[in-house]
């Protein structure tokens, strides 16, 4: 397990948190830092400036005491709104801008943005290099395999990306027809690791430590990003990392440990969003981490509540106390 760098930013370990609309909030991504994540990035973040006094784009522009450094991802398909965006969001604090194409949601696709701009290589191109020649930090891709099984041209995006400047390339194994069914296939990442030589980071399907030493060893990427197997377990950065470097599976956090830092995120959740919108964004983080536990049986009863101080009182009342 070996250390890389993006731009002038040292990248401790190589497992990654990979970024989730509606999930990787600030909270979400200061836990998983906390238990193992080496890198985190921002939920995506339109190019369109006119949202920029919305709630929601205020709460995901917020990084205040976040450790380093700080990943801002952006979606567009317009080049200079894109730069804009771009410069935008370094001015508000952000180290690193991440380029977002490999959204397979179909509100996102309507609109040419996410996965939906692998069909046209012409306008990646013009994308990436407005970006990278707008801003001074590290410019970054997360993209998919391409569109469809039959058009899987991530080697041409990726060869388009080190020649427009991009730092490093964040690849997950399916296509934007895939969404998240069927498998993750690796083997194209593993040619584009072979083909460029910026850092090459992999993502999907990696949910064990077992599968993550896989991964790395038959790709030979930089790195690996975890999503959906962080949900309710934050501690899989750690489980993988330790795995990593000794070979060895650390044991699973017990019940106390689980529910416990389940209390603390919910907290910190109605700290961030305050208590009205706090407690509604922590149902389906109560719903992940009892899924771990002998106790989901109470999540039904959890998350009728409607009211941020009785979900706390629950949690401490009939939850932590049972495994205590």
């Known amino acids: 397990m070996s250390a890389f760098s993006i731009g002038p930013y040292p990248i401790e370990h190589p497992v990654m948190l990979a970024p989730m609309a509606g999930v990787t909030d600030r909270p979400f991504r200061q836990l998983c830092r906390q238990l ?12 369109d400036l006119s949202l ?14 976040e450790p380093g450094p700080i990943a801002v991802q952006i979606a567009g398909s317009d080049p200079e709104q ?36 692998m069909a046209n290589p012409l306008l990646i191109r013009d994308i990436l290099q407005a970006v990278a020649n707008a801003v001074k930090v590290p410019v970054t891709l997360k993209t998919r395999l391409g569109i469809d099984a039959e058009h899987q041209n991530i080697l041409e995006v990726a060869e388009l990306a080190e020649q427009s400047g991009i730092q490093a390339l964040f690849i997950h194994g399916r296509t934007k027809q895939q969404r998240y069914r069927g498998h993750s296939d690796f083997k194209l990442i593993k040619e584009v690791k072979q083909t460029i030589g910026i850092p090459v980071i992999a993502n999907g399907d990696i949910d064990t430590p077992e599968k993550a030493e896989q991964v790395l060893r038959e790709t030979a990427c930089d790195g690996i990003m975890i999503g959906r197997a962080a949900q309710g377990n934050p501690w899989v950065f750690q489980q993988i990392k330790h795995f990593l470097q000794t070979g060895e599976r650390l044991s699973s956090p017990d019940p106390v440990e689980i529910i416990q830092v389940m209390h603390d995120h919910v907290v910190n959740l109605h ?9 509604r964004m922590a149902k389906k983080h109560i719903k992940w981490f ?11 009863t959890l998350l009728k509540i ?19």
Not at 271 to 279: D, I, P, V
Not at 290 to 300: G, K, S, V
């Open 36 to 47: 193992g994540a080496s890198y985190a990035v921002s939920e995506m973040l339109s190019c």
């Open 271 to 279: 700290e961030f969003y305050g208590s009205q919108r706090g407690f």
């Open 52 to 65: 920029l006094k919305t709630a929601k784009t205020r709460y995901r522009m917020n990084h205040d005491g």
């Open 290 to 300: 009892l899924a771990n536990t002998d106790l989901n049986h109470l999540a039904r």
């Open 82 to 117: 894109m730069a804009k965006a771009a410069v935008l969001n370094v001015a508000h604090g952000a180290q690193l801008i991440d380029i977002n194409m490999g959204c397979p949601q179909k509100k996102v696709a309507r609109k040419n943005c996410g996965s939906a701009l």
């Open 306 to 324: 409607e009211d941020a101080e009785e979900q706390l009182t629950f949690i401490n009342q009939h939850i932590l106390k049972k495994v205590a």
